[in-house]
């Protein structure tokens, strides 16, 4: 994590707002608990609502990237983002997607690692260079369109600049791990 505590404190249920109390029993309760990252956005209500319009689209089945490379992407993103909080959580959706322990340690190593196809590569390929530069190489556009689809191309753009996102705000609001959640040491430290 890269704070230790909260720069933005998350917003507990016994203190929510009716808007507040609203926005956070709809969709954002998974196992019964209100997860870290709504209870501090729940902060700045108007931005939440916008935010979650966009964000649900990107984890969403009309998102045409399937859900395992979705969560490829994703997992890079937040990996290379150095955002243990989106890492953990991420960690667990795209093991629901078909990612296996395999998978999630090769996704640290990058799209070099033995053992991706020539899709996954070109996948990891783009997200690394819109991470570093905010744009995906012609070489690269290439490869991708070997594999993927116009839409499935811009979706991937738009899943990286969505995590992208996200992984700011959690590592600049200090958004800390939910409870029972443990840091990937590979995190630590950042």
């Given at each position: ?38 209870k501090t956005l729940i ?103 070997g594999h993927f689809d ?41």
């Open positions: 994590m890269r704070t230790r505590t909260p720069r933005i404190q998350p917003v507990e249920e016994k203190d929510w707002t009716a808007e507040q109390a609203e926005q956070l029993q709809t969709r954002t309760i998974r196992g019964g608990r209100v997860k870290n990252i709504f902060r700045h209500p108007e931005a939440r609502r916008a935010f979650m319009v966009w964000g649900s689209y990107i984890l969403s089945a009309a998102n045409t990237l399937p859900p395992r490379l979705r969560e490829i992407v994703i997992l890079r993103t937040g990996f290379l983002c150095r955002s243990g909080y989106e890492w953990t959580q991420h960690v667990q959706i795209g093991r629901r997607a078909g990612l296996d322990d395999e998978d999630i340690a090769r996704i640290k190593a990058g799209p070099e690692a033995a053992g991706w196809s020539e899709a996954e590569a070109a996948l990891l390929r783009a997200t690394d260079e819109l991470h570093r530069d905010q744009f995906v190489t012609d070489v690269t556009w290439r490869a991708l369109r116009e839409k499935q191309c811009m979706d991937l753009v738009f899943t990286a600049g969505e995590y992208t996102q996200v992984s700011m705000f959690l590592n600049s609001f200090g958004v800390q791990l939910d409870e029972g959640q443990v840091l990937d040491p590979d995190l630590k430290g950042f």
